[in-house]
């Protein structure tokens, strides 16, 4: 029976983990396992990376989060709070219950964000269906309670567990880490756990780095996030292996339970999600009289270019672009985009809201110029269309536009109550280590002097 890696951590959880999506899949093929998942702290940052790696190796990837639970609700935010939350594995059983872990880790970061994305039992129950839940490694909440000996409490949250997710989606989680006293009596509660409650254990593998030599390496970045260097004695470090281990290694420190092994396979038979790729899904846009959105573009564009050129008659090159570029966004299905686009930066212009000229490659395109949406004459200043629309390579088109900063938010309200909140998002910007920044970071957790490091 093989074993599949269920606890992975990769480098998307703010400098805790070492290593990319791709090295955990290949350390996971390299160690012939069929599967493998990918549970960062609080977030989903890497999942869909670790998706694209692991089907393109032909392991099964099962996607999943380790979720903090705040200590009362995820709305208590009161410093005389306790605010250590509690850790729990969730893993996506199917397409619903992918997008129940996104709910769960947007309403985390919205409501519940109180040092960390936190979310209660309340949300859990709203939104635990197509999951599956391991009982979290050593920050977990039963964990926590064994440690404090509150049996009481204990049982409480057994059962509400199982409540929420059901016997058969509710795994007991053990790990070996033999240089921390606390693993093992966790360890020997969780079995005499799984008799009483007839619940199934599970090994998982709480994986930091990809590999064991990654460990100094990953020690590294952990003095980067804390602030500290190597050589503090009192700073946070991980003791013991870390890395995507053998299950060799696991078999023999689990010997008496060997259904632990084999339950990863059975988890991951269970995770089936599959995500597609390449599909546009653009909202539909309300015309004033009801009219098909080409026809509706068309009259705005040839208006607009009339506007443009102070009524004069349109220049034969100004009307042959003009067809060619609707054409173009017809064949491609994109004249929506260009209505909603339209739609907004007129309601900013009619509410004296600055709009910035236009920028980037949009600026090549004379239906831009028409709608009002960019202020260049792309003709006059020979920019082409293509760059911004290639009908041989489809892609979304994008429109950078540039709202005055005091009143931006306007713009975003407005859109909101037209399109509904649901319908709207704000995309997210990641922030990566540059090499120059990297060398000073890694020199200065090192104790290098930054004269030196420089």
């Keep these: 029976m093989s074993f599949v890696n269920l606890h992975c951590h990769s480098h998307y959880s703010l400098l805790d983990g070492f290593g990319s999506p791709e090295s955990i899949v290949l350390r996971s093929k390299e160690l012939g396992y069929p599967a493998a998942a990918l549970t960062d702290h609080g977030v989903t940052y890497g999942l869909v990376e670790f998706y694209k790696a692991a089907k393109e190796e032909n ?5 999943g989060c380790e979720i903090y639970i705040a200590p009362r609700t995820r709305f208590d935010k009161e410093v005389k709070i306790d605010t250590k939350p509690y850790h729990l594995t969730l893993l996506a059983k199917n397409n619903e219950g992918y997008k129940n ?52 409490e204990l049982h409480r949250i057994i059962k509400k567990n199982i409540e929420i997710f059901g016997k058969e989606d509710f795994y007991l989680e053990m790990q070996d880490h033999p240089l921390i006293e606390d693993q093992e009596v966790v360890n020997e509660k969780l079995k005499k ?56 290694d696991l078999k ?10 084999e339950n990863t396979v059975k988890i991951a038979e269970k995770c089936n999600v599959e995500l597609t790729f390449g599909k546009f899904l ?11 959105a080409p026809v509706y573009l068309r009259k705005l564009c040839e208006e607009g270019l009339k506007n443009r050129l102070d009524g004069k008659k349109i220049p034969k090159e100004y009307q042959d672009r003009l067809e060619y570029e609707l054409e ?34 949009a600026a090549g395109s004379i239906m831009a110029w028409s709608l009002n949406i960019t202020d260049l004459d792309p ?73 030196e490091v420089d």
């Design 379 to 451: 003709i006059e200043y020979g920019l082409f269309f293509e760059r911004f629309l290639n009908p041989e390579r489809v892609s979304m088109p994008d429109i950078d536009i540039d709202f005055a900063d005091n009143r931006r938010d306007e713009v975003l309200n407005y859109v909101i109550e037209k399109y509904g909140r649901n319908n709207v998002a704000q995309i997210i910007t990641f922030g990566t280590m540059a090499p120059r920044a990297a060398v000073r970071d890694v020199g200065r957790a090192l104790g290098y002097p930054y004269q």
């Design 328 to 361: 173009t966004v017809h064949k491609m299905g994109f004249e929506t985009y260009f209505l909603i686009v339209h739609d907004f930066v007129k309601y900013a212009k009619e509410k004296n809201i600055m709009v910035g000229p236009g920028r980037g490659s």
């Design 101 to 152: 872990l996104l709910q769960l880790v947007s309403k985390a970061n919205l409501e519940g964000f109180y040092y960390k994305p936190r979310v209660d039992y309340g949300l859990l129950k709203t939104y635990g269906k197509g999951l599956i839940a391991l009982s979290g490694c050593l920050q977990g909440h039963l964990p926590r309670l064994i440690l404090d000996d509150n049996e009481e």
């Design 252 to 261: 023999i420190a689990f010997s008496d339970c060997p259904e632990a092994i």
């Design 282 to 292: 653009i909202p539909s846009f309300s015309t004033p009289q009801n009219e098909d």
């Design 193 to 248: 756990l799984a008799k009483e409650y007839k619940l199934e254990l599970v090994v998982t593998n709480d994986s930091h780095y990809s590999r064991p030599e990654d460990s100094e390496a990953h020690d590294i970045l952990l003095c980067i996030q804390t602030g500290t260097t190597v050589n503090e004695e009192n700073r946070m470090r991980y003791v013991g292996d870390f890395s995507i281990r053998d299950v060799n």
């Design 59 to 63: 392991i099964k990837p099962v996607l």
